[in-house]
């Protein structure tokens, strides 16, 4: 099935029932598509469950604090949505293991460029936590992403949306899975982002052969050349 067949993300996201996820930014400046990206990720598998976000307060004032308003117009539950600040990320860590104890909870933790790198085994710890109370785990990786027990790794940027007649229109994404445990990995989507159903749809690609608009400086309707 092609990439950007209109179902084949959905399709792709339900194959099967990922316990660990990790989503990077494609660069620098993406950090905030790859938040928002996870949030429409863990939402749509939350299911009305806790969405739990544990975070270094040092992250937070780098590159932002969430926004009530802003997280409820995204589609968030406010009333079953949970943020811990943490002092270190070791905290951050352990606050997000905890809470994958809740059966249904998904848990997003943010990782923090540090000198020393998150290893394989924190990653484990995380996996088997999902696995065992079958929760869900997402990490957001604002670091050099290395060897880990994610299940998949997305690859995040920014995109054109298509246009609301009044204000802006749903957020939408790039997308490429850069790493996949079961199966092969390079495919790519443009996805928007629906506050109301909680989904991701996929935004159709202009195929080859696709009609281009005609450059401002040149005629609508080029004459045909007369056979001699």
Same mark, same amino acid.
């Given at each position: 099935m092609r990439p950007d067949h209109p179902a084949a993300f959905e399709e792709f996201r339900t194959r099967r029932d990922y316990r660990l996820v990790e989503m990077t930014a494609a660069a620098p400046g993406a950090?905030? $598509? $790859? #938040?928002a990206f996870a949030l429409g990720w863990g939402r749509s598998v939350a299911n009305n469950h806790l969405l739990f976000w544990s975070a270094p307060q040092a992250s937070l004032t780098e590159h932002g604090v969430p926004y009530a308003e802003g997280l409820a117009q995204f589609g968030v539950d406010l009333d079953a949505f949970l943020i811990a600040a943490t002092r270190t990320q070791i905290d951050a860590l352990w606050a997000a293991e905890q809470a994958l104890t809740l059966p249904g909870a998904f848990v997003l933790c943010? /990782?923090?460029?540090?000198?020393r790198p998150l290893d394989l085994i924190a990653? =484990? =710890?995380?996996? #088997? $936590?999902?696995? +065992?109370?079958?929760?869900?785990?997402a990490l957001l990786r604002l670091d050099i992403a290395r060897?880990?027990? $994610?299940? !998949? =790794?997305?690859? /995040?940027?920014?995109? *054109?949306?298509?246009g609301a007649l009044y204000g802006l229109? *749903?957020?939408?994404?790039?997308? +490429? !899975?850069? +790493?996949?445990?079961?199966?092969?990995?390079?495919?790519? @989507? =443009? !996805?928007? @982002?629906?506050?109301?159903?909680?989904?991701?749809?996929? /935004?159709?690609?202009?195929?080859?052969?696709?009609v281009l608009p005609v450059p401002a400086d040149r005629p609508v309707e080029a004459p045909w050349a007369r056979a001699g």
């Open positions: 950090e905030t $598509a $790859a #938040l943010t /990782i923090a460029a540090a000198k990653t =484990r =710890r995380l996996f #088997l $936590a999902a696995k +065992r109370f079958k929760s869900r785990c060897a880990s027990a $994610a299940e !998949l =790794r997305f690859e /995040i940027s920014s995109a *054109p949306g298509e229109g *749903p957020p939408a994404f790039d997308v +490429r !899975l850069t +790493r996949n445990r079961a199966g092969p990995a390079g495919e790519t @989507w =443009r !996805l928007q @982002w629906s506050a109301y159903e909680h989904a991701f749809r996929t /935004i159709p690609r202009p195929l080859d052969g696709a």
